[in-house]
């Protein structure tokens, strides 16, 4: 697509378009766009740079469709083509895996979909995660789109964690700079009694990388404090006493209240965020409510982590830079 200058006035601005931080540290809502139109260049680089800034945006009341929502990602990177997707699917479109959670699990692996998450989940800081954290070269970014919500519950919180690693001390940033952490798929999954099908599963399909404990962001230069709940197994090269404690310290920084921001979802939203500088918490606090929460999400490949040593991430078993 040929570049449109003459919508942008020159300041990096597009007339008609707006972008609303929302919260102090992160989160913006974008408006005056339809996703569901081309997007010419200017309005491609004001969304780009939004990103970058308040590491998550927001758009609603949009009409985008399967094709709509490829194409609109596809503006911002290659999305991932993922070997293996959820059983609602659609077919035709492999970018895109839809997630209709309470379908998703119940009677798959022996258990409901309650038991799955509280096995999962059974910590306070568990759930939240970066979207395919195990693998030597994470999804740069994620695209996510509601087509049906509950009338309550099922927000999505994300951090950020650029500010997260800025606002520890000056001694613990230096301390942090220089350690490196075992990313592992399945970390913390607390097993059924006897046989457990999802155990093995996890087993069948291990993931696993060391990624620095603070990453350089590729675009921005910013560091980043490259920690999760759900995914960071240990930090290497420290007793496991240690590091329980390191890592309960710092993803206890990374989602305190304001370095986070809460999306309220209506059918329509699109949430689009940078996965390199973030984590997310998906909702549990819809099930009661009986509604279903039906989302499609795009990803976009990203780069193997490198720390502020110069150091890439390395792999460990089951992931390949760029092969999903």
């Excluded at 230096?174 to 099908?197: K, T």
């Excluded at 059918?267 to 819809?286: I, Q, Y």
Aim: net charge negative.
């Amino acid at each position: 697509m040929t570049t449109d200058r003459a919508t942008a006035d020159g300041t990096g601005h597009v007339p008609g378009v707006e972008v609303r931080p929302v919260a102090g540290h992160i989160g913006a809502e974008i408006t005056g766009v339809d996703l569901a139109e081309p997007l010419d260049d200017a309005v491609t680089a004001l969304i780009r740079d939004a990103v970058l800034r308040w590491k998550v945006v927001f758009f609603r009341g949009q009409r985008l469709d399967h094709a709509g929502h490829v194409a609109f990602a596809r503006r911002f990177g290659e999305p991932v083509v993922l070997p293996r997707r959820g059983p609602h699917s659609p077919p035709g479109f492999p970018e895109i895996e839809t997630t209709a959670d309470r379908l998703e699990l119940g009677g798959r692996y022996g258990m409901d979909h309650d038991e799955w998450l509280g096995r999962r989940r059974h910590t306070l800081l568990r759930g939240w995660h970066c979207d395919h954290g195990a693998r030597i070269d994470p999804p740069a970014a994620t695209v996510l789109r509601a087509e049906t919500v509950p009338p309550y519950g099922g927000d999505t919180t994300w951090a950020n964690l650029a500010a997260a690693y800025a606002g520890l001390s000056a001694p613990v940033r230096a301390f942090v700079d220089g350690l490196r952490a075992e990313h592992r798929l399945g970390v913390g999954y607390q097993p059924r009694p006897g046989d457990d099908a999802y155990l093995r599963h996890l087993l069948d399909h291990q993931v696993a990388s060391v990624h620095p404990l603070v990453r350089v962001h590729p675009e921005t230069g910013e560091r980043v404090l490259f920690v999760n709940g759900y995914y960071v197994e240990q930090i290497v090269d420290v007793s496991r006493p240690e590091s329980a404690a390191l890592l309960e310290m710092l993803v206890e920084q990374a989602v305190r209240p304001e370095y986070t921001v809460r999306f309220r979802w209506e059918p329509g939203s699109v949430a689009f965020w940078d996965n390199r500088a973030t984590m997310h918490l998906a909702p549990s606090d819809h099930a009661h409510v009986g509604s279903p929460r039906i989302m499609h999400r795009v990803m976009l490949h990203g780069e193997v982590p490198v720390g502020v040593d110069g150091r890439p991430s390395e792999p460990i078993t089951g992931t390949e830079a760029g092969r999903w």
